[in-house]
């Protein structure tokens, strides 16, 4: 059973940091993309970031310049680095993995919140 586990998160001030960090276990398979989701309130979910099996990276334009997302498709895991967080970034952030049959995973999500 393929199991994917958050952890980090909290709440923090604007300007403040966090880091998320996630890691699977059970799939048989190799990993092909590892990447984080957010949802706010009343939102449909998004992807922030992302990164595939030859290393390259996305993000999206609300996060660019102020998140980082490290990993590696081979150890399984993946971190990302919030950086001057605003109050718009709250949301419960999903880690999402997808294996080489393309079958998705996500974790169980993990509450951000940035506020004052």
């Known amino acids: 059973q393929v199991q994917v586990m958050e952890s980090g998160g909290g709440s923090v001030q604007p300007g403040g940091r966090l880091r998320l960090a996630c890691g699977k276990s059970?799939?048989?398979?190799?990993?092909?993309?590892l990447a984080w989701y957010r949802q706010a309130p009343g939102k449909q979910r998004e992807l922030v970031a992302s990164i595939i099996r030859r290393g390259s990276t996305y993000y999206a334009d609300s996060v660019k310049g102020r998140f980082l997302i490290s990993g590696s498709v081979t150890d399984s895991t993946v971190d990302l680095q919030m950086m001057n967080l605003e109050p718009e970034d709250t949301a419960v952030y999903y880690c999402?993995?997808?294996?080489?049959?393309?079958?998705?995973?996500w974790g169980q999500g993990i509450q951000v919140t940035v506020a004052a």
């Open positions: 059970g799939t048989r398979f190799g990993l092909s993309a």
């Open positions: 999402k993995v997808t294996d080489l049959n393309r079958n998705d995973y």
